[in-house]
């Protein structure tokens, strides 16, 4: 285990030196929310509720379901693995003692540290400036568990990514795959408005999908719109979702290795 | 004993026809013509311990690909491979445990780091112990003379300096068998020298069975006693480098000094191929059997020579005359 703290504590100083970077990827965090937040002022000028929705609940589900998704992404961890593939740098960590997978999980975790605890901070200056709308209602163990499903959020993000990216084992290019799918994933996710307001069909799909157990789910359940038990199940969801889509991981990642070419060297 | 074995080992990338122009690319959108290259052809070779064996060939011959296949990075599309007993494309962790490979293109060191943390990596890796990790250490720094640079993020480092850190990176847990992989590519002569002195160093006392491929004839000449020549996917040779000179190049050199006049082109004409002229000094190329006699028969002759030498052709010629029939 020791070998994957020190791929996860070395990423963390790589990170450092790029911390510019990250600073500049935090501005565009906030520029969304005050997009959302500019929006759903506007509708709700003349109206006082949306499919059970007051202003300060769709306040709070934007605001949340921002600060929920920006503490869980991978920040396009797919066109690492990618990268790793086209540029033949998987063959150097082919070599050695070491599980790929795991290897990449270690990496990922180090890359975000830095990023979450500035999101972390975002979070704090977000909730105080929206304070007056704000919905906090919480007890301890609904916070444990909303704390244990934004854990597997981010694994379930982890493991597309990582899907996603092998990908690049048969084509040149990923980008497009990735674009579509993100935009389509957080779409389903419900991190910009409630996928309660889209139309019975979309909701009844959604369930059907991983992405709505990322972030729709805890949202509701922070919101005390769903119950505890709710709330249970959703996590049981997701742990299902995580060994389906680690199993699939395992899966492409031997058939891919039997096409990869190691090209570049 | 046998460390490297290798039987009908075949690879075969697949790649597809690109014609030039706009509508070929529309048309491939929906037919492509698959196309196959073999790029190794069923090799066989054999390794014993400690042997320090030299892979020439042009590029894309298919030695870089071997390594690959021996290493474990690539499948083969066919044939057997054992190394210290172990199917390498199974990638087990003991085999993993007991070779390296350096790649003189790629890095394994992270870019953005001082390399010792590369190192501690490493280290946990592979699972070394504390003592043996210090000790490796401290033998290889001593050895490269790299202390001052440990420190040094690896992207600030030169060439040089990045290429010895590697070499250290890839031996910490002591490898049994090394795969080298133009470990002196794009270095300057004093760079490659000091790699190459290290490398027949580490050799001789540690026991490693070593492959080499380089494009550096020098590199080759200093430490393998052995080459393994790879010609569009199939060996072409495989045996001492003294010998290597007999198969390739059936003839001799001979090197004429004349006095006095000197002599004309047209008196020389009927011994030989003439390589080089000048009046006073000539460069014969005559069949190696009849070397002798064509010396003796200038030395009889009329002509005012002063010395005369018979020669082997530099080796770098051969391998330079074999690289060129493979393209």
């Known amino acids: 285990m020791k070998k994957y703290w020190h791929i996860i504590t070395n990423e963390i100083q790589r990170q450092f030196t790029y911390r510019a970077s990250i600073a500049a990827y935090a501005f565009g965090n906030i520029a969304e929310l005050v997009a959302l937040a500019v929006i759903w002022t506007i509708v709700y000028k003349n109206v006082d509720a949306i499919k059970g929705y007051s202003v300060n609940e769709m306040i709070s589900y934007v605001v949340f379901a921002w600060f929920f998704s920006f503490l869980t992404t991978t920040y396009a961890f797919e066109t690492n693995v990618a990268q790793d593939i086209h540029q033949g740098t998987l063959s150097n960590l082919l070599l050695k003692p070491q599980s790929y997978i795991r290897y990449m999980m270690a990496v990922a975790t180090g890359r975000i540290t830095i990023a979450f605890l500035i999101v972390l901070v975002q979070g704090a200056l977000v909730f105080s400036f929206f304070r007056n709308s704000l919905i906090f209602s919480l007890d301890f163990p609904t916070i444990i568990l909303l704390l244990c499903m934004l854990v597997a959020t981010y694994f379930i993000n982890l493991f597309l990514s990582i899907i996603i990216g092998f990908i690049a084992f048969w084509t040149m290019e990923i980008n497009g795959t990735y674009y579509s799918l993100k935009v389509f994933s957080r779409f389903m996710s419900g991190t910009f408005f409630p996928i309660g307001l889209l139309p019975a069909f979309f909701m009844k799909a959604s369930f059907f999908l991983p992405f709505v157990y990322t972030i729709y789910i805890p949202v509701q359940l922070y919101l005390g719109k769903i119950s505890f038990a709710e709330g249970l199940r959703g996590l049981a969801m997701e742990i299902l979702w995580l060994v389906g889509l680690y199993a699939i991981i395992k899966i492409v990642w031997r058939a891919g290795l039997r096409k990869y070419e190691s090209v570049g060297i | 004993m046998l460390i490297i074995k290798v039987s009908n080992l075949s690879k075969t990338y697949e790649y597809y026809k690109k014609q030039l122009g706009v509508w070929a690319s529309v048309k491939g959108l929906f037919r492509r013509e698959k196309l196959h290259k073999e790029a190794v052809k069923e090799i066989n070779f054999s390794i014993e311990e400690g042997e320090l064996v030299g892979f020439l060939g042009p590029n894309g011959a298919g030695k870089t690909t071997t390594l690959k296949m021996l290493s474990g990075i690539l499948y083969p599309t066919s044939g057997e491979a054992k190394v210290l007993g172990y199917t390498p494309w199974k990638r087990q962790p003991e085999y993993q445990k007991q070779f390296a490979l350096v790649m003189g293109q790629k890095n394994q060191l992270w870019w953005d780091l001082p390399a010792m943390e590369s190192f501690i990596l490493n280290k946990e890796i592979y699972e070394v112990s504390d003592a043996d990790f210090k000790e490796n250490l401290d033998e290889l720094v001593e050895l490269l003379d790299i202390k001052d640079i440990l420190d040094v993020q690896v992207r600030k480092l030169s060439l040089g300096q990045r290429m010895k850190c590697e070499l250290v990176a890839a031996l910490l847990h002591k490898p049994k068998v090394l795969f080298l992989d133009e470990p002196t590519i794009g270095l300057d002569v004093v760079a490659q020298k000091n790699i190459r002195d290290f490398i027949k160093q580490y050799n001789q006392k540690n026991k490693t069975t070593i492959i080499l491929t380089s494009h550096y004839m020098e590199d080759v000449k200093e430490l393998c006693k052995r080459v393994i020549i790879i010609e569009e996917g199939k060996i072409g040779y495989d045996g001492d480098l003294a010998r290597l000179i007999e198969k390739y190049a059936p003839?001799?050199?001979?090197?004429?000094?004349?006095?006095?006049?000197?002599?004309?082109?047209?008196?020389?004409?009927?011994?030989?191929?003439?390589?080089?002229?000048?009046?006073?000094?000539?460069?014969?190329?005559?069949?190696?059997e009849k070397a002798k006699n064509v010396a003796r028969d200038i030395l009889s002759s009329n002509l005012p020579v002063d010395d005369i030498l018979i020669d082997e052709v530099d080796i770098s010629d051969v391998v330079r005359k074999i690289f060129s029939n493979g393209n």
């Open chain 2, 251 to 288: 003839y001799k050199v001979l090197k004429i000094t004349f006095e006095g006049e000197g002599v004309k082109e047209v008196d020389i004409r009927e011994f030989g191929e003439m390589h080089q002229f000048a009046p006073h000094s000539i460069t014969l190329r005559v069949p190696r």
